[in-house]
Nanobody, 120 residues
Framework: VQLQASGGGLVQAGGSLRLSCAASRSIFSIDAMGWYRQSPGKQREMVAA???????NYADSVKGRFTISRDNTKNAVYLQMNSLKPEDTAAYYC???????????????WGQGTQVTVSS
């Protein structure tokens, strides 16, 4: 199973981007899904997470600007990013706590990074 992320790019400060991430094939279930980001010289940090029931949590730095959502029918998670700031520049990674088969253990999978660059 792979998580495939897309939607990054170059945007001016104040602009918007929408990131998408979906599983590459059919799976049994996904519990929590989320987005992390990492910029050069910094540790990877949690941006937003959403559980299968829809409850969410956000990093303080993005509250009110970013919205995480998911489509359980598509095994996908999205991140709508508004009012982007130069400090949001980073590689963004999605993840999911996935049970591949009915008898499989839950394991965390990561997508490849998608670069977001916000110019001032």
């Amino acid at each position: 199973v792979q998580l495939q992320a897309s939607g990054g790019g170059l945007v001016q400060a104040g602009g918007s981007l929408r990131l998408s991430c979906a599983a590459s094939r059919s799976i049994f279930s996904i519990d929590a899904m989320g987005w992390y980001r990492q910029s050069p010289g910094k540790q990877r940090e949690m941006v937003a997470a959403i559980r299968s029931g829809g409850s969410t949590n956000y990093a303080d730095s993005v509250k009110g600007r970013f919205t995480i959502s998911r489509d359980n029918t598509k095994n996908a998670v999205y991140l709508q990013m508004n009012s982007l700031k130069p400090e949001d520049t980073a590689a963004y990674y999605c993840n999911g706590d996935i049970r591949v088969g009915q008898l499989s253990a839950i394991r965390r999978y990561w997508g490849q990074g998608t670069q977001v660059t916000v110019s001032s």
